[in-house]
């Protein structure tokens, strides 16, 4: 299947620093990207939903200026989290939006855990 | 009530068992995912379906649409089998962006 590869896979940083996560479809083109986070024994909560050439569409309840999301090209995209505090702390997943058979169908990055002290 | 619903939400098997995983949802939807989740975190999608059966080694996933139901089942499971396993849909057509509502997921863990 299509891999989707991030960077980094762990993240140890201190409060109010600013940490960038990197999403990259390796061998495919993607239109679209979405970002996810999950907190433990919980699924996956959508943040947003990153176009290419666009700006992304951020869910309910996710702010805009402290996750910002930048896809500038078919092959990546990032999230920055600006200011990060212990409650940012949690496991960011990205996934790429390919169309097969008509249908939209997802692959998922390997994920990034992000601690903040 | 949430819109997709899995269960069981937990479950124990010995190795070599049959194991079923169920979801349902509530919601009209173009195709229905169902994801593994190993401990490290990362997410492998197995199975994307919108009608019938899906077979992928000793994986087969099922959906009925009139009944807004899907199966997961694994065959002569195996400890490496153990994982979570999440039922996701989307809604919309192919021209849409088409967002995945997630279930809560199953946790499985097979004994030797």
């Known amino acids: 299947g299509a891999v989707v590869s991030q960077h980094p896979s762990r993240v140890i940083c201190k409060s109010g620093t600013s940490v960038k996560i990197e999403c990259r479809s390796l061998d495919f083109q993607a239109t679209t990207m979405f970002w996810y986070r999950q907190f433990p024994k919980q699924s996956l909560m959508l943040m947003a939903t990153?176009?290419?050439?666009?700006?992304?569409?951020?869910e309910q309840g996710v702010e805009k200026d402290k996750f910002l999301i930048n896809h500038a090209s078919l092959t990546l995209s990032t999230l920055t989290v600006t200011s990060a505090h212990p409650e940012d702390s949690s496991f960011y997943i990205c996934?790429?939006?390919?169309?097969?058979?008509?249908?939209?169908?997802?692959?998922f990055g390997p994920g990034t855990r992000l601690t903040v002290l | 009530k949430n819109e997709v619903e899995q269960s069981p939400q937990n479950l124990t098997a010995q190795e070599g068992e049959f194991i079923t995983i169920n979801c349902s949802y509530s919601v009209g939807i173009s195709a229905l995912h169902w994801l593994q989740q190993h401990p490290g975190g990362g997410i492998v999608s197995l199975f994307m379906l919108s009608s019938g059966k899906k077979k992928h080694g000793r994986l087969i996933a099922t959906i009925n649409i009139q009944e807004k139901h899907s199966s997961l089942h694994i065959t002569a499971s195996h400890p490496r089998d153990s994982a979570v396993y999440i039922c996701a849909v989307s809604r919309g057509g192919p021209g849409t962006a088409s967002k995945l509502t997630f279930g809560t997921g199953t946790r499985l863990q097979v004994m030797l």
């Open positions: 996934s790429a939006r390919i169309l097969a058979g008509g249908y939209n169908e997802q692959f």
């Open positions: 990153s176009n290419e050439g666009s700006k992304a569409t951020y």
